[in-house]
């Protein structure tokens, strides 16, 4: 097992929980880096919770931990990523776990499972320690997702998220109340020369240019068009 790669090659990330991209029972700290579920004292739980990170990630490699300040319980307490069109609450449908219940998102659950388009499998043994740090690596170069449990690799979890064509955000979610996570190290790393050109180019664009008389190869301004049409490629690679 390797240790995790944040201090390999990697720089500090700039993001933070989205305020305005979450479940109505997750409330944020005033810094957005540490998240509360369900802290209605009045109801037990509302269902399953999520945030998203402020974000979303289209080429490079991206690093990101999450502390659990209190031993996970309950149905469901998961860490993860997924498009803009993962669920954020899940409503009156009974708890369930909410990263990975379609193909929108994929989560790994404290439990030990990892869940995708609905679908679970085994990955590694459940964790139920106060204070345990789960790391996330996701490599858009190779289209891998990795986790990390206090720094050791859990080994490859998903594989072909190259081939999503969307932003991709961290996700947490839970059904437990007053669980408490905690975000910690964020770091990034660009992988190859066209990774380093789209994350020049993106910072330099405006809005509105139009990028197909750019002279660029065709796959750069799709990756462009990615970033530019979510109205993200000034949030993608500069300060948040």
């Given at each position: 097992?390797?240790?995790?790669?944040?201090?390999?090659?990697?720089?500090?990330?700039?993001?933070?929980?989205?305020?305005?991209?979450?479940?109505?029972?997750?409330?944020?700290?005033?810094?957005?880096?540490?998240?509360?579920?369900?802290?209605?004292?009045?109801?037990?739980?509302?269902?399953?919770?999520?945030?998203?990170?402020?974000?979303?990630?289209?080429?490079?490699?991206?690093?990101?931990?999450?502390?659990?300040?209190?031993?996970?319980?309950?149905?469901?307490?998961?860490?993860?990523?997924?498009?803009?069109?993962?669920?954020?609450?899940?409503?009156?449908?009974?708890?369930?776990?909410?990263?990975?219940?379609?193909?929108?998102?994929?989560?790994?659950?404290?439990?030990?499972?990892?869940?995708?388009?609905?679908?679970?499998?085994?990955?590694?043994?459940?964790?139920?320690?106060?204070?345990?740090v789960i790391g996330v690596l996701l490599d858009l170069e190779s289209g891998a997702l990795r986790f990390?449990?206090?720094?050791?690799?859990?080994?490859?979890?998903?594989?072909?998220?190259?081939?999503?064509?969307?932003?991709?955000?961290?996700?947490?979610?839970?059904?437990?109340?007053?669980?408490?996570?905690?975000?910690?190290?964020?770091?990034h790393r660009l992988t190859s020369l066209q990774d380093s050109c789209l994350h020049v180019i993106s910072?330099?664009?405006?809005?509105?240019?139009?990028?197909?008389?750019?002279?660029?190869?065709?796959?750069?301004?799709?990756?462009?068009?990615?970033?530019?049409?979510?109205?993200?490629?000034?949030?993608?690679?500069?300060?948040?």
């Open positions: 097992m390797t240790s995790h790669p944040g201090r390999l090659g990697h720089t500090w990330e700039h993001w933070h929980w989205d305020a305005e991209a979450k479940s109505t029972a997750v409330q944020l700290s005033p810094c957005q880096q540490a998240v509360y579920f369900h802290t209605n004292m009045l109801l037990e739980s509302e269902g399953s919770a999520g945030v998203r990170g402020t974000k979303g990630f289209c080429y490079g490699e991206h690093y990101w931990e999450i502390e659990f300040i209190e031993p996970p319980y309950g149905t469901s307490v998961m860490v993860g990523l997924g498009t803009k069109q993962a669920l954020l609450h899940s409503g009156k449908t009974p708890f369930l776990n909410l990263l990975g219940m379609d193909g929108e998102s994929w989560g790994l659950s404290y439990k030990g499972s990892l869940w995708h388009n609905g679908k679970s499998r085994k990955y590694t043994e459940a964790f139920y320690d106060k204070s345990t990390y449990r206090n720094g050791i690799s859990l080994g490859l979890a998903f594989t072909g998220l190259d081939k999503v064509a969307r932003p991709l955000y961290p996700l947490v979610s839970s059904t437990a109340p007053e669980t408490e996570l905690r975000l910690g190290l964020r770091t910072k330099s664009i405006r809005p509105q240019a139009h990028l197909d008389s750019l002279p660029l190869p065709l796959s750069m301004c799709e990756q462009l068009h990615i970033t530019t049409n979510t109205g993200q490629h000034q949030k993608l690679f500069g300060q948040v």
